[in-house]
């Protein structure tokens, strides 16, 4: 009898401070603060990468722009220079800028 009341005690006593099953609720809820704290952070980073993309896009753009801008000028200056007369130099060739 005595050791049914023993065990009948220490079952009384697990269950009422619940040690195993605090434990797995506690794991439970650690693994979820971990898994919500990871998803923050890969959406954070996800987020970062997709600016990156689009300041490199805006930036390649620019750089073409200004590369067919530079190559129009040099087309503009080369198509001045063949209309130009050779045979001598003066303030009023298509060249100078008389503005």
Same mark, same amino acid.
């Given at each position: 009898? *005595?050791?049914? $009341?023993?065990?009948?005690?220490?079952? /009384?006593? +697990? +269950?009422?401070?619940?040690?195993?099953?605090?434990?797995?609720?506690?794991?439970?809820?650690? $693994?979820?603060? $971990? $898994? +919500?704290?990871?998803? /923050?952070?890969?959406?954070?980073?996800?987020?970062?990468? &997709?600016?990156?993309?689009?300041?490199? *896009?805006?930036? &390649?753009?620019?750089?073409? &722009?200004?590369?067919?801008?530079? &190559? +129009?000028?040099?087309?503009?200056?080369?198509?001045?220079?063949?209309?130009?007369?050779?045979?001598?130099?003066?303030?009023?060739?298509?060249?100078?800028?008389?503005?």
């Amino acid at each position: 009898m *005595r050791k049914k $009341v023993k065990k009948l005690g220490s079952e /009384i006593l +697990a +269950a009422r401070t619940g040690t195993e099953g605090d434990k797995k609720g506690l794991v439970l809820v650690a $693994v979820l603060w $971990v $898994v +919500a704290v990871l998803m /923050i952070i890969v959406a954070t980073a996800g987020q970062t990468s &997709r600016l990156d993309t689009k300041v490199c *896009r805006l930036v &390649r753009t620019e750089q073409l &722009r200004c590369k067919w801008s530079c &190559r +129009a000028g040099i087309e503009t200056a080369i198509g001045v220079l063949n209309e130009d007369f050779r045979e001598g130099d003066s303030l009023t060739d298509l060249w100078s800028d008389n503005e």
